[in-house]
């Protein structure tokens, strides 16, 4: 394979008022790159960004309206690579402070999601899955996570957050 594209996502949580920690994630829209799929905010760097963190911060305000004064970064996860489509990927940590409204760019996302942490540790969510994906000759089985009767968590995203949340829900950081 050529040589990888570099990107970066973000990977936001937080306390909501009943003090359960959520993750952030959004639903792609349909025909653009990884079209209505579950994914975390971010994308390719651009040439004017000055790191692969720029790159995830500057995603996250334009997809889902989050201004850096909401962002505290906690770490720089594993970099990991895209199995499908020839990214390099790097994931950060954030902790982030909710806006009273998100603002979602609908050209790129259709939806947001914040689904409790520990429901994505949750044995009784995980299964395989048959997907069928544009371009595919067939469906595949994918390991993954289901989020109520909608969405399915699967891919790169599931990769980047299965080590995670174990962490999390152990309090590796203070949230």
């Known amino acids: 394979m050529s040589e990888r594209v570099s990107a970066a996502v973000l990977v936001p949580v937080f306390r909501d008022a009943r003090g359960d920690l959520r993750v952030v994630l959004v639903v792609r829209a349909a025909g653009g790159a990884h079209g209505g799929q579950i994914g975390l905010p971010g994308g390719k760097r651009e040439p004017g960004d000055p790191s692969l963190l720029e790159t995830a911060l500057r ?16 770490a720089e996860l594993p970099e990991l690579d895209s199995r499908a489509i020839g990214f390099r990927v790097q994931p950060y940590l954030a902790r982030v402070t909710p806006p ?56 790169l995203t599931l990769r980047v957050l299965e080590p995670l949340v174990p962490r999390l829900l152990a309090g590796e950081w203070a949230l």
């Open 59 to 74: 995603e996250a305000e334009e997809e889902i309206g989050l201004v850096r004064s909401r962002v505290e970064v906690l």
């Open 100 to 155: 009273e409204r998100w603002r979602l760019a609908g050209a790129e996302i259709t939806e947001l999601l914040a689904p409790a942490v520990e429901s994505l540790a949750d044995p009784a969510a995980r299964r395989d899955e048959l997907l069928h994906e544009p371009g595919w000759p067939e469906p595949r089985s994918f390991p993954g996570v289901r989020l109520g009767e909608r969405y399915f968590l699967w891919g």
